[in-house]
């Protein structure tokens, strides 16, 4: 196996994979199935929408963990900065330089659209929900821990591409 594909072998890079994995399927087959129905035309249309989103991250990603960053020093060590846009991502296993920062931006983007699409599907299937007070309960724990997952996927998100505008208009 090259060294590039090792990258995709780290617990970090696997965690970030699941974690997509595990936000596509929950948001399309089980929320915006339950909130709008998959059969319908709006259901479609959603689901389509957010597929390209998730599709247009998950490749992106892909694209930040095989991308080559540029000129890495000899005298590497991961989570030294070598200037002032470079630096050692543990998520995508890589660093982000020159030549990968674009693809680095953009699925950053890409995940934070897609994260705040699966906010606004779930929250319009807890919404749209009938609750039965005692048969739901394990369901709402689930639902809440759900939420919270996606709203600090948002905040970290937001909070990485603000940290990079500022950076753009600083240079």
Known sequence: M???GKRFLSVPVLAVFTLMC???YSSIFVFLHDWLNLQSSPGTLNAYLFSLFAF???FSFFSCVLTDPGHVPSSYAPDVEFSKDDHHCLWINNCVGYW???AFFVFVLYATMSSIYATVIFISCIFQKDWDPIKGSSLKIFYVSYMLLLFKDVLTYVQLICTRVKYIKNL
């Open 2 to 4: 090259s060294t590039k």
């Open 22 to 24: 595990f936000v596509y």
């Open 56 to 58: 247009l991250s998950l």
């Open 100 to 102: 990968n920062y674009k």
